[in-house]
Nanobody, 120 residues
Framework: QVQLVESGGGLVQPGGSLRLSCAAS????????MGWYRQAPGKQRELGAV??????NYADSVKGRFTISRDNAKNTVYLQMNSMKPEDTAVYYC???????????????WGKGTLVSVSS
């Protein structure tokens, strides 16, 4: 019914920048919140940033360096990552919460993830 496709991952040097995109497709009417989570090797998945309406929330580890934004008309969420550190290395997953569409309501969906590596 609904698919989330991430793009923009890759290898970047410490101090560099990357921009992730995640587009939701399907018979979607509304999405309450969209966010980015990340999972580093050997660690649990954790919240990076989330946007709902006009409100944003960031993990302390990315606050001041990452910016989340959303294009509601395109059902797309972005994550601008600046001043990147080696500890930002992880698989980044997009999540859509509270998705309502044709024949369904209040569903949550995950993307398959995109790998971000920060290394010199």
């Amino acid at each position: 019914q609904v698919q989330l496709v991430e793009s923009g991952g890759g290898l970047v040097q410490p101090g560099g920048s990357l921009r992730l995109s995640c587009a939701a497709s399907g018979s979607i009417y509304t999405i309450e919140a969209m966010g980015w989570y990340r999972q580093a090797p050997g660690k649990q998945r954790e919240l990076g940033a989330v946007i709902s309406g006009g409100s944003t929330n960031y993990a302390d580890s990315v606050k001041g360096r990452f910016t989340i934004s959303r294009d509601n008309a395109k059902n797309t969420v972005y994550l601008q990552m600046n001043s990147m550190k080696p500890e930002d290395t992880a698989v980044y997953y997009c999540k859509a919460d509270g998705v309502t569409g044709r024949g369904f309501a209040g569903m949550d969906y995950w993307g398959k993830g995109t790998l971000v590596s920060v290394s010199s």
